[in-house]
């Protein structure tokens, strides 16, 4: 069953870009994973510090497999220092 990622990233302080390019490396890299439907990354139009990646999945355990891979672990090390809270991932099911 499709499984949806909704993460949400808010920089710290002068770490935009920084958060900016992981959060480029990290899409291009994982639009390869096996099971990845779909991976974007967006900006927030009225908070420049707030980010999210939306990505689509064939199922959890594609999604459990990608969070298992060196880059996405490799992000995840990368990303904690430059955003101002801990991590916030929801999987999500569409409602119908």
Do not use: Y
Not at 73 to 79: I, S
């Amino acid at each position: 069953m499709d499984m949806f990622i909704f993460a949400r990233f808010r920089a710290r302080e002068g770490r935009e870009v920084a958060l900016a390019a992981a959060l480029r490396d990290e899409v291009r890299a994982s639009r390869q994973d096996g099971g990845c439907l779909s991976h974007h990354a967006f900006r927030s139009t009225r908070d420049p510090r707030l980010f999210f990646i939306h990505s689509h999945w064939v199922d959890e355990a594609a999604f459990e497999a990608h969070a298992e891979l060196p880059h996405t672990k490799t992000f995840v090390n990368c990303v904690e220092p430059l955003i101002d809270h801990p991590l916030d991932v929801v999987r999500a099911r569409p409602l119908d």
